[in-house]
């Protein structure tokens, strides 16, 4: 790449890492009221979601990947900021999971879901999902949603608008849901399919080690031809 110097004033334009996992980085080293700012942007594509990259990231983003588990390949941009005297750099990233790869299985749901795609922001521990979109074998999850991942480990999570089709009480979904839920699920047994539409689901954890993980839901549920066993009646 290049690297140019006028003064006190640094460029850097079109830096590119070797290998197989191509990164480009631009940016800026300038003079600022008290000292120096340095602004880098990295961008990558089909960057593999390893322990590597997960050990350069800040422990805030560390506890988000450990709660999302998420697995595949991602497309980035990365902005860096840091002003000389600071404690630590303000770093800004967003993430678009490659579908034919990206999944995740979250800790505090554990329901895989493959096929990721849309975007997920990350910025000073504050987490946005826009458009996410995944499946669960004939099941389609799309929803957005809102995090914050504090610096002192607690964590909240929240999905808004969520929606979901075909979706059946298999064990992989009784499981994953809340004890309550899969209490009434369980005495209920319900076959066929439903859809959810307009769905709020926040989970949060306090920042105590042995504290346990809270759910809230909030669901507009459709039938679909669903009829409950334990009762022989049809579910409208």
Same mark, same amino acid.
């Given at each position: 790449?290049?690297?140019?110097? !006028?003064?006190?004033?640094?460029?850097? $334009? !079109? =830096? &590119?890492?070797?290998g197989t996992r191509l990164v480009r980085c631009d940016g800026s080293l300038l003079p600022s009221k008290t000292d120096m700012e340095l602004n880098l942007q990295f961008a990558g594509e089909q960057m593999p979601l390893d322990e590597e990259l997960r050990l350069a990231v800040p422990e805030s983003i560390q506890r988000a990947w450990a709660e999302l588990r998420p697995r595949g390949q991602v497309d980035f941009v990365a902005d860096v900021r840091y002003q000389s005297g600071s404690t630590k750099p303000n770093i800004r990233v967003k993430l678009s999971p490659r579908p034919e790869t990206a999944s995740v299985e979250p800790r505090f749901f554990p329901y895989l879901i493959e096929g990721l795609d849309g975007?997920?922001?990350?910025? !000073?521990?504050? &987490?946005? =999902?826009? /458009?996410? #979109?995944? #499946? $669960?074998? =004939?099941?389609?999850?799309?929803?957005?949603? /809102?995090?914050?991942f504090g610096p002192q480990g607690?964590?909240?999570? #929240?999905?808004v608008g969520l929606s979901a089709d075909r979706v059946s009480a298999s064990r992989d979904l009784v499981m994953a849901m809340?004890?309550? &839920? #899969?209490? =009434?699920?369980d005495q209920l047994h319900p076959t066929g399919t439903f859809s959810l539409h307009d769905t709020v689901l926040e989970f949060s954890k306090?920042?105590?080690?042995?504290a346990a993980v809270k759910s809230s839901w909030d669901m507009q549920l459709d039938c679909h031809q669903t009829r409950s066993e334990e009762h022989t009646s049809e579910l409208q």
């Open positions: 790449g290049l690297i140019s110097a !006028e003064g006190k004033q640094w460029t850097f $334009h !079109e =830096l &590119l890492s070797g975007s997920l922001t990350y910025d !000073e521990g504050h &987490l946005r =999902l826009d /458009e996410m #979109r995944g #499946r $669960h074998g =004939l099941t389609k999850i799309r929803t957005n949603g /809102e995090g914050y607690g964590w909240q999570i #929240r999905f809340p004890p309550k &839920l #899969r209490k =009434l699920i306090a920042a105590s080690p042995v």
